[in-house]
């Protein structure tokens, strides 16, 4: 796989992911290719892949953001404005968030359990695909 330097890359996955080798394995080879030019822009969620991405990327110290649904509240890693979060659950939020996750970054690395039928990751591969961007999933 190709990848332009100066692209971000969208990682996210199951919220059951418990596999940490293979999310600090990842990272560490795309840091060792990319070195400070490495961008990871995580779906920003609380738990499974999504927090030990974040915890990684800390110990590693890449250049990490996030981009949770608009119900979560606002953190120093988000990148959008605070005034975007905190907002009254709704469903439709998770789906705009992977529409940015597919505009923001030229490639999508998800840790997906091969029993995982989420319509959310379903959604974010979708969005990928059919802007033509490169998708690896990690099982």
Not at 81 to 86: L, V
């Amino acid at each position: 796989m190709v990848i332009d330097m100066s692209q971000k890359i969208a990682m996210t996955g199951s919220l059951r992911w418990e596999d940490k080798t293979k999310i600090k394995n990842t990272i560490f080879s795309l840091k060792k290719r990319f070195g400070k030019e490495l961008e990871i822009v995580s779906g920003g969620l609380n738990t499974g892949a999504d927090l030990e991405i974040k915890k990684t990327c800390m110990e590693f110290e890449i250049e990490y953001y996030e981009m949770p649904p608009y119900n979560y509240q606002w953190n120093s890693h988000c990148m959008e404005p605070a005034y975007m979060y905190g907002k009254q659950y709704n469903s439709s939020y998770i789906y705009m968030r992977n529409e940015k996750l597919a505009k923001e970054c030229s490639i999508l690395v998800l840790f997906m359990l091969t029993e995982d039928t989420a319509n959310h990751i379903n959604h974010l591969m979708q969005r990928f695909d059919s802007k033509s961007k490169k998708i690896l999933v990690i099982n």
